[in-house]
Nanobody, 130 residues
Framework: QVQLVESGGGLVQAGGSLRLSCAASPASGRIFRSKTVGWFRQAPGKERDLVAGITWNGGDTYYTDSVKGRFTISRDNAQNTVYLQMNSLKPEDTAVYYC????????????????????WGRGTQVTVSS
C-alpha cells in the first residue's frame, strides 16, 4: 500500500504560481521511491488526464503539451515527496489535481494511461481566476 496526500492547491490569479506536493506516508516510503508518480487533473465534466509524470529516479519526465514550459515536476526521495511547480497559470488550469503511483516498479519511462496507475491521493483544488 502507498498512501499519498496532495497539498498546495488554492486560488491564484492568472499568471501566478503554485507548487503542489504529493507526499507518501513514512510506512509506504520504500515502495513510493520505486514508483513512477504522475500528476493528473480533472476539471468539472471532463476526464482525468495525466499532466506530468516522473520516474522513480527522475530519469524520465513527461508533460502534456498544454503545460510544457510552464510546469515542472520533481521529486525528493529522501522526503518521499513529488512536487509540481506550476508557473504562468491560466484559467484553463483550473481543476482538481491528483497524484498517483504507477503499478510497475523501477520503470525507465513514464506511464501515460490512467489505468496503469494505482494508489491515488484524494486531490487538491487549483482555481485560477482571470
Amino acid at each position: 500500500q502507498v498512501q499519498l496526500v496532495e497539498s498546495g492547491g488554492g486560488l491564484v490569479q492568472a499568471g501566478g504560481s503554485l507548487r503542489l506536493s504529493c507526499a507518501a506516508s513514512p510506512a509506504s516510503g520504500r515502495i513510493f521511491r520505486s514508483k513512477t508518480v504522475g500528476w493528473f487533473r480533472q476539471a468539472p465534466g471532463k476526464e482525468r488526464d495525466l499532466v506530468a509524470g516522473i520516474t522513480w529516479n527522475g530519469g524520465d519526465t513527461y508533460y502534456t503539451d498544454s503545460v510544457k514550459g510552464r510546469f515542472t515536476i520533481s521529486r525528493d526521495n529522501a522526503q518521499n515527496t513529488v512536487y509540481l511547480q506550476m508557473n504562468s497559470l491560466k484559467p484553463e488550469d483550473t481543476a482538481v489535481y491528483y497524484c498517483a503511483a504507477d503499478l510497475k516498479y523501477y520503470s525507465d519511462y513514464v506511464t501515460i494511461p490512467l489505468t496503469q496507475y494505482d494508489y491515488w491521493g484524494r486531490g487538491t483544488q487549483v482555481t485560477v481566476s482571470s
